[in-house]
Each structure stands twice: as structure tokens, then as C-alpha cells.
């Protein structure tokens, strides 16, 4: 009988249990069983050459032992009887087998169901091999032996070296020591023959003048030399390096400076506070806001280093093996950028603890803070990558191709630029700029804002409105002529507009601002707005010419109160209606449908939003950001042309924002035709223009109801030749006033048909009859129908309006002075429907009458989407169809074609003939100067000297001035990039005319003050300009003070020493106030944070807004490589034409003078900055050197 071997059983469980712990590879496996062939699952655990397995990873004992040493593993094909096994159907299997190296030894068989692991199971057993480590300590043992007798080698030939070494320098020695020896033999035979060669005085002098002349050629052909090269293309590209580079030293200065004030004075604080007893703030969401901050900082200043030692060795500049060291670091930024949006998110939520809020303020308001939020500094890293790219883009340009750092420099870019397109840098910026808008409001208020700290809130538009008295305190206003300074002084307000509230502040002294006591912050839920006014409103006025409108408040908990605006023009007018009721409408419809479905199908209409794919999934032709829009739909972040108009013409809903982006900024894209033919489309075919998918979620859960297919492309409704309009009457059972209240703005979008916010009259209509007290319907029901039966109370009281199924802010007057509520939006008329069909069985409703009201639903909610558009089209960019002729025509075309279908509703009526009236009016007001009259009185002779002008005469007209040019720029000049083009002038005239008035009223001030030849009168003239400078200031013409500090600080002005002695301290430290307003230093942030606490009218440097477009041109391209629309960057450009055109739409109310304005515009009187420079060096003389 054969024994069996013995082994050291407690070794081999000693050494099973250091497996479990240290293994090199540990887990699951299925292994095959010789007895029967199944698969038995175990857990495996290799240790060195050793693998042992367990009946699970708890076991103590091993239940078996393979010795691996002299064994393959490899990976095997899957077996036939496994393959058609069920679990192998249900998961994909990954098989190796390890075969033992001699006869009779049956191979071991497991699998895995992840490929990486079994991958990593054959890597380490074939690793597991005694042999294979003992012949690899061979092979390193020969190369330690070979290395060993090279450096034995070297030792040798290295004495050798020192040797000689030795010996030539004894040879040195020896050779300095003769030469010492012969100097002094020669010394002394030095004055033996000075005395013999005595040179005649004529030699003397001749030598003398040869020397002279050899010099003076010398220095006249190196001159000449020098000069050439001053003037070569060479140098100039290097004089533009090198102010590059010592611009790059200014900003990475500036930008470290950033940096430790976010460390010291926020991050650091912070983790304090978060250790303390009752911490503010909890150390994660701290880590969450300040995520690689200090890394950034320490990384910076490295940088920061090693650029002032390199600027140390100039002119030898060189900079590529500095960002060899910022490049491998760039995986920080990554992560930094990525966080970036949820750390303000993080920030706003931190901020509704009042404890966390109040030790943020007192952080805030640190000195070196200057004035600036915490969310500001966090987006300073956000845009240092972007800067290096172009600073890069800049240093190679004027880096010429044989230069040594230019493959360095290249390099450093290409990673820069990966960088940037992989987080998408610009994108997050932009997803952002809602919070930091929002946050930044809400620390301008002095009482605090918590609405604002709702991330969801979208920023819409701000601006100054003029609050109006109430209706017992308009006798007095009567007698007050509109524009005076007393009611703009009272009224003025200060307004801002967000997706779901309206706030309305006053502005201190110092910029802050106050929420009004009543109607400060209004719920735009609880709001009404009634654009009209008719005479036999108590709250209308005579004398405003209809710039007034009305909000009327009707709070849940208190009594109802109005409130009424004042716009300064009627585009001013038209474009707060139309985005206040965009607003109200999103809010209502989405309360209405979702009531409506809640309480007929019960279905919830976020879920017909979020089952649509389209809206929430990328695809080749369109991606979206993590960011929701005003609608609770992710932003587009890349799109295609025709994903972009789908979005635009998509019934369900409508996102302001959104839209206000595409209309600012479509003709980057497309044209105005193929928007105008899209809105044709859709108004023309509504069935076919619409994708499918969308159509079939609109009607999704009233399939059991509506009966018949929407998309039956047989049926003659599919055209605009309709017949009478389908019944839709009042359900008999409405939801009481108490659950419409209980709406909550929170909720997700739903989806809406498309809003009719379009009831700005001017005229009365024939849609404007008096109503009788029933419940009113949209048409007479055709014979068959029974109408719900309506109650005989009071209108207001049985008004479908009052209803949760029916928007509240819709109201339209009558002729009569009666107010009715009962026309219906398309959503309400959707609404009405689908309780309609929810009570079918009451209503008496057939299939085919089912049928025309889904397609009526159809029709009218492309009717009202196309109006909606076209309405804010209209009163928001007039100038497009100032300019273009066609776009005109094709408006008017399609909205007289609008007018002409019988089955229009009397609302859509009065709606397009409201808006062919604005495409048809003069919006230029004939009291206001234009661009025009400034160029003719630029013609006219001056009338008037500097001194007889006062310096309030001069600087109300310079403002007046610079606004008129100003608010000529067409908003399109800003798109594009166009004012740094080689054709500037022709694609962007009015921002070069803009450009030549600052120049030209500049070189006029500096003018002014070289043309006196006294040095008393040229001190006198500083200080009467700086005078008019601080009054500039107090109009808020910002553009105006850069014109007169530009010109102080011009080379001709600022080097008169003489004069400036004379100036008075204080005109120097008014000086020195006004050139840190307007300093560029930080991109403008001095001048930025004035602007944000002032009241328009206003007039802003234009070159701060030109540098932000030029940075976001740059940095990011218009269009993907696969050729979708990068909306994000349109997104960035809309707010800063929109914070421009806020400042161009709110004019000025100063008179005009016409000989204070013929000498601003007089050419004659400029002195161009060469001669300007030429007569301050004969005032003031160079001093000689020394």
C-alpha cells in the first residue's frame, strides 16, 4: 500500500492565514471539480508560489492547497457545456486554466466574471515561480559584477587624470615665474629708450585727431548699426515680447495676491471656525468650497518666483522650463474646475445659516478684500488657464520659428488647451454666472435676501424703474412734469427680475440697497400684471404716455395692494412686460398643468418631461450641462442649428433665459431668415414642424381619453384652412382658490403649450367686448354639446381666471371699463380640455370632438409660441428690424397671415396687431439727440472759449455726449470679434466711432491744457478739468473720467513737473481717487464693483466690456469640431450685452447746450499726440543727465 505524504500541516495553515492577510491576489473564483465537472465557487487566496482556497472568505482552514512552482497559467477559450449554460447566457464568463508541467496531472479550470480580474489571476500565477526570481538574481548578480569592474576601471584611469593634472600645474607655475622675470628685465630697459625716441609735438597732435576721428567713425557706424536694428521687424517683435512677458509678471502677481487674500483671509478663518465650540460652518462643506485652493496658492507662487528670476536676467528671457513645472500640476486645476460649480451651490446653502452669513461679511470686509465676495475670488483660478493660453498664443506669435523656447512654448500650450477643452473651463464659468449673479445682489442688500440663496433661481434682467404714488397721493403727482428731479429723486427704484420673484429696492448713498417695506420682494406666483392702464383705473395717470404699468399683489395670508412702474422709454416698457409675464406665465402653467394632471390622470407632468430623452440625454447632434435652466431643463451646452430651434419652438415650454441667449445671440449661428422661417413652419404646419416624440409625450397620459392618432397625416386639419374652433366650455368642476395657492415653486418643470403673455394694447380692440357674468367659452359648442352650467354671482367670482386650470396674469381691458379675465391662454385652454376629457361622460363629448380639441390644443399653442417669440423679438432687439429691410417684410408677412385665420381667438388678435403696431412705430425719441447731430454739430464753427465754461456745463454736456455714442452701438457690433478684425471699420463702424470720441475728447482736454503758455495757467486748467472729472463721477460717466485721467497721465501732460508742483494737494488726491476708479488693474475690478453700485443712467468704459468679449472669443470657439453651436459661450456673450444694453436703454434727462457741445466736437482745437509731445519739450525742457 502507498503512504501518503506527510507535510508540516501547521506551517502550511500558518502560512494559509498570512495568504488571507498579505496574498499577492485575493478573491472569488469558480473552479471546476474533477468529480463531476460543475463549477464551484471559492475564495482563492495566492501567497508567493502558493495557492490556497476557502469554502468562503470567513473560513479558517483552507480546504485545499496547489503548489504552483514549475506550473503555466494561461487564458482559455469558454467550454461548450458552460456556453450554452444559463448562467452563462445571463453573464459573460471569462475562463484561464493552469497546467501543471508532467503527466497525469489534470489541469486546474476556473473563471471569473470581470475580464480585468482574471487578467490580473493569470499575471500573478505565472509570476509565482521560485525558479524564475533565482534566475533573475543571476542576471542581476553578472550586471552588479560587470558594473563593478567598469567602476574599477574609472577609479584607474581617473588617478591617471589627477596626475597630470598635477603636473601641468607645476608647469603653470614654472611658466608664470619666467614671465614675471622677463616683464621686470623690460621694465628696466623701459626708460633707457623713452629717453632716445623722443616724438615731435606735431606727431603728437596728428595721432590725436586720428584717434578722434577712428572713435567718432567707430561710434557713427555702431549708431547707424544699433539704429537699424531698432527699426527692423526683429526688434520690434522682440520689444512686443518683452511687453508681454513684463504684462504676464504684472497679472501672475496680481493673481497670487488673489490667491493668499482667498487662503488668509476666507479659507484659513474658516477651518478655524469650523473647530470651534458651535462651528459656523462644517470642515467638509469648507473642503467642498475651497477644494485645492492652498495647493493652487503655493503652486503660484513657485511660478510667481521663478518668473522675477528670470526677469532679473534680462534681456536673456527664458520661460518654457517654468511651465514644465506648472504643467505636471495641472490635474489640480482639474479637479478645481470641476468642483467649481458645486462649491458655490455649497456656498449658498452655507449661507443661509445667519451665523455662517454674518462671519462671512465681517471676512468680507477686510481692506484687502477691497470690497470683493468670497464667490469672487473662487472664480479667479477659473480663469488663469485661459489667460496662460493666451498669453502663450501671444508669446509665440512674436517668437520667431528658430528660437530656442518655441517647441517648449508649444508644448505648453497644446497641454494647456487639452486642459481646457477636457474640463471645459469657460463652460463651468458660464453654468456659474447665475450663482455669483445672484449672491452678489444678495450681499448688495442691507437686509439680506434669502430667496436669492435658492440656486435655482435664475437672474433675468435689472434696471431703474420709477415707483409711482398710490392713487391718493396722485393729486399731488399731477402737478408734477415727468423727468423732474424731484420724482426721479423719490421714485427711482432699483428693480431686479429672477424666474420666480420680483424685487424692488432704493439705493443709499454708499451704493447698498434697501428693500422696499411693502412689495419689496413680490412672489411672482401671487402677481398680476396689467400692462394697460385705462383711463378709469384708479391708479392711471395722464402725462405718462402709457410707460406705466401695473403689478397687483394678491398674497395667500394678507390683503391685496399694487404696485406702479414707470419705464423710462417704451422699448424700456416692453421688454420688462414682456419678461415679467414670460416669468408669471412659466410659474402658472406649470402650477395649472400639473394640477390638471394630478387631478384627471394622474400622471405628474414631470414625468412627461423627464421621460422625453431629448431633453436630458446627449446625442451626437446635442449636449447638456449639469446646470437646470429656468424651466428645471438642463442648459444646452453644445447644440446643433436645428436642436437649437427645436428648443425654441418646443410647445411644452419656454425658458426665458434661453431664450433671451438665442436672441441676443443668434446671428453668430444662423440668420435672421431661418429663425423667421422656423416660426413660419411651425405657425404653417404645427403637426409636421414638430418631432414626433415631442408631439406623442404632449398628449402621453390622455391616451385612454383622446381616442384618436394626432399625427394622422390624412386628416385636412394638419393645415391652417381649419373650420370653426373645437367646443372647450368650463368643466362644472373647478379646484377651489385654496389649492391654487398651494402651488409650490419648487416643484419640477412641467410641461406647458406655450404662452400667451402677449396683451400690450395701445388700442382698443374688437376682442375687448363686455362680458356677461356666465362662465364664458372659447367658442359656441356645436350642436350636441351641453355646456357646464355656471354660477350667477358676481364675475370676479365665477371667472375661470380664479380657477387653478387658468392663469391669473392675463388681463385685458374693456371698452367699457370693465375688467375681464375669462380669455383663455393656450395653456388654459389645454387645461380646459383635458378636464374636458377627463369628464367626457358629462360633457357629451364624441371621438371626432375629442380629435379637435387635441389638434385646436395644436394649433393654438403654435399660434402663441410663434406671437410669444416674435413679441420679444419685437420689443427687445427693434434694431433688427431697423436694419434689415427683409426680416421686416417677412414679420409682417407672417403676422398678416396670423390675422387672416378665421379661427384666431380674440386675444391672439389683439396680440399681433400689438405687435405689427411696435414693428411699424419710430422708437427714437425726437427730444433726444442722435448719433446724426453729433456729427453735424462736429461740422459747426465753436462759438465758445474753455474759460468761459463752467465745469458742470462741460461735464453734463461730455456726458451727454458720451451716452448718445454710446447707446448707438447696435448690439450685433459686439458679436463676432468684428472690432479687432483688419476690416474693423466697416463691420463695426459705431464701436470705432465710439473709440475716435474717447481719443478725440481726450487729446481735447490735453489740448486744452498745453495751449497756455504760464505755468499758474496750465496748474489752473488741471485742476478746473479734474473739477469737471469728479463731476463725471457724480453722473456716473465713468467714460468720461477715463477720458480726463487718460489724458493727465498722457507722456505730454504727466511730465510737466513745474505744472503739477503748482496743483493744489486736495486736486492731487481727487487725482489719485479717480485714477483707482478707473485703473485696469484686475480688469477693471475697482470700476466693475462702482458700476454694480450705481443707478443708471450710466455710461461705462466700453473698452472693459471689448476686453471680456475678446477673452471669451479667444479662449473658446464658436462651434465644436463635430460643428455643434457652442451655446455655452453664447450664454457668456448675452450677459455682457445685456449688462451693456441696460446702461444704453436708460437715458439721460440733461438739457442740451449747443455751444457747450460745438466746443466738445470741435476739431480745430485737437492737437494730435506727437505735436502735443513736441510742445510739453519746449514748455518744460529735458533736464540735462547728472
Known sequence: ??????????????????????????????????????????????????????????????????????????????????????????????????????????????????????????????????????????????????????????????????????????????????????????????????????????????????????????????????????????????????????????????????????????????????????????????????????????????????????????????????????????????????????????????????????????????????????????????????????????????????????????????????????????????????????????????????????????????????????????????????????????????????????????????????????????????????????????????????????????????????????????????????????????????????????????????????????????????????????????????????????????????????????????????????????????????????PVRSLELFFATNQGVWGTDPLNNKSPRLCRKFSSPPPLSIPSRTASPVHCRKLSLNSPISVKTGALDLSTTRSSSAANSPTSSHSPSIASPPPGSTRAPSATSEPGDTSPCRSPSTPRHLRYRQSGGETSRCSMSPASAFAIATAAAGHSSSQGFNNSEKACDKEFIIRRAATNRVLNVLRHWVSKHSQDFEMNSELKVGVISLLEEVLRDPDLLPQERKATTNILSALSQEEQDDAQLGMEDILQMAESPKSECFESLSAIELAEQITLLDHIVFRSIPYEEFLGQGFMKLDKTERTPYIMKTTQHFNDMSNLVASQIMTHTDVASRASSIEKWLAVADICRCLNNYNGVLEIIAALEGSAIYRLKKTWAKVCKQTKGLRDRLQKIVSSEGRFKNLRETLKNCNPPCVPYLGMYLTDLACIEEGTPNFTEEGLVNFSKMRMISHIIREIRQFQQTPYRIEHQPKVTQFLLDKSLVIDEDTLYELSLKIEPRLPPG
Not at 558 to 566: A, H, K, N, R
Not at 593 to 603: D, H, L
Request: proline share 3%.
Open 1 to 690: 500500500m502507498q503512504k501518503s505524504v506527510r507535510y508540516n500541516e501547521g506551517h502550511a495553515l500558518y502560512l494559509s492565514v498570512v495568504a488571507r492577510k498579505e496574498g499577492t491576489k485575493r478573491g472569488y473564483l469558480s473552479k471546476k471539480t474533477t468529480e463531476n465537472s460543475r463549477w464551484a465557487e471559492k475564495y482563492f487566496a495566492l501567497y508567493q508560489n502558493v495557492l490556497f482556497y476557502f469554502e468562503n472568505d470567513q473560513s479558517a482552514r483552507p480546504s485545499g492547497i496547489y503548489l504552483l512552482e514549475g506550473c503555466t497559467c494561461e487564458r482559455a477559450p469558454a467550454s461548450k457545456v458552460s456556453a450554452i449554460s444559463k448562467d452563462a447566457i445571463e453573464k459573460q464568463q471569462y475562463y484561464f486554466m493552469v497546467n501543471f508541467g508532467h503527466d497525469g496531472q489534470k489541469p486546474l479550470e476556473m473563471r471569473t466574471e470581470d475580464e480585468l480580474d482574471c487578467n490580473e489571476w493569470v499575471g500573478g500565477i505565472q509570476q509565482a515561480s521560485y525558479s524564475g526570481i533565482i534566475i533573475e538574481r543571476d542576471i542581476l548578480m553578472q550586471k552588479y559584477i560587470h558594473l563593478v569592474q567598469i567602476m574599477e576601471t574609472e577609479k584607474v584611469a581617473a588617478n591617471q587624470l589627477r596626475t597630470q593634472l598635477e603636473d601641468q600645474d607645476t608647469e603653470i607655475e614654472r611658466l608664470k615665474a619666467e614671465i614675471t622675470v622677463l616683464n621686470k628685465a623690460k621694465e628696466r630697459m623701459q626708460p633707457h629708450q623713452n629717453n632716445q625716441d623722443e616724438e615731435d609735438p606735431d606727431i603728437k597732435k596728428i595721432k590725436m585727431v586720428q584717434s578722434f576721428m577712428r572713435g567718432w567713425l567707430c561710434r557713427r557706424k555702431w549708431k547707424i548699426i544699433v539704429q537699424d536694428y531698432i527699426c527692423s521687424p526683429h526688434a520690434e517683435s522682440m520689444r512686443k515680447r518683452n511687453h508681454i512677458v513684463f504684462n504676464m509678471v504684472e497679472a501672475e502677481t496680481e493673481y497670487v495676491h488673489q490667491l493668499s487674500i482667498l487662503v488668509n483671509c476666507f479659507l484659513r478663518p474658516l477651518r478655524m471656525a469650523a473647530s470651534s465650540k458651535k462651528p459656523p460652518i462644517r470642515h467638509d462643506d469648507v473642503s467642498s468650497i475651497f477644494l485645492n485652493s492652498e495647493t493652487i496658492m503655493f503652486l503660484h507662487e513657485i511660478f510667481h518666483q521663478g518668473l522675477k528670476a528670470r526677469i532679473a536676467n534680462w534681456p536673456t528671457l527664458v520661460l518654457a522650463d517654468l511651465f514644465d513645472i506648472l504643467l505636471p500640476m495641472l490635474n489640480i486645476y482639474q479637479e478645481f474646475v470641476r468642483n467649481h460649480q458645486y462649491s458655490l451651490q455649497v456656498l449658498a446653502n452655507c449661507k443661509q445659516n445667519r451665523d455662517f452669513d454674518k462671519l462671512l461679511k465681517q471676512y468680507e470686509s477686510n481692506a484687502a478684500c477691497e470690497g470683493r465676495m468670497l464667490e469672487t475670488f473662487l472664480t479667479y483660478p477659473m480663469l488663469q488657464i485661459p489667460r496662460y493660453i493666451r498669453t502663450l498664443h501671444e508669446l509665440l506669435a512674436h517668437t520667431p520659428h528658430e528660437h530656442v523656447e518655441r517647441k517648449s512654448l508649444e508644448f505648453a500650450k497644446s497641454k494647456l488647451e487639452e486642459l481646457s477643452k477636457s474640463v471645459m473651463i469657460h463652460d463651468e464659468v458660464s453654468d456659474t454666472e447665475n450663482i455669483r449673479k445672484n449672491l452678489a445682489i444678495e450681499r448688495m442688500i442691507v437686509e439680506g435676501c434669502d430667496i436669492l440663496l435658492d440656486t435655482s433661481q435664475t437672474f433675468i434682467r435689472q434696471g431703474s424703474l420709477i415707483h409711482l404714488p398710490s392713487s391718493s397721493e396722485r393729486g399731488v403727482l399731477s402737478k408734477v412734469r415727468l423727468g423732474s428731479l424731484s420724482l426721479r429723486k423719490e421714485g427711482e427704484r432699483q428693480c431686479f427680475l429672477f424666474t420666480k420673484h420680483f424685487l424692488i429696492c432704493t439705493r443709499t448713498s454708499g451704493g447698498k440697497l434697501h428693500l422696499l417695506k411693502q412689495g419689496g420682494m413680490l412672489s411672482l406666483i401671487e402677481c398680476t400684471l396689467i400692462e394697460e392702464l385705462d383711463a378709469t383705473d384708479e391708479d392711471s395717470s395722464q402725462g405718462f404716455n402709457h410707460l406705466e404699468f401695473k403689478i397687483v399683489v394678491e398674497p395667500p395670508d394678507g390683503q391685496s395692494f399694487s404696485i406702479v412702474l414707470l419705464a423710462p422709454s417704451r422699448q424700456e416698457k416692453a421688454a420688462w412686460t414682456s419678461d415679467i409675464s414670460q416669468c408669471i406665465d412659466n410659474i402658472r402653467c406649470n402650477g395649472l398643468m400639473t394640477s390638471v394632471f394630478e387631478e384627471n390622470s394622474k400622471v405628474s407632468v414631470p414625468h412627461m418631461i423627464k421621460s422625453d430623452a431629448r431633453l436630458h440625454k446627449d446625442d451626437v447632434d446635442i449636449c447638456f450641462s449639469k446646470t437646470l435652466n429656468s424651466c428645471k431643463v438642463p442648459q444646452i451646452r453644445y447644440a446643433s442649428v436645428e436642436r437649437l430651434l427645436e428648443r425654441l419652438t418646443d410647445l411644452r415650454f419656454l425658458s426665458i433665459d434661453f431664450l433671451n441667449t438665442f436672441l441676443h445671440t443668434y446671428r453668430i449661428f444662423t440668420t435672421a431668415t431661418v429663425v423667421i422661417d422656423k416660426l413660419a413652419d411651425i405657425y404653417k404646419k404645427p403637426f409636421t414642424s414638430i
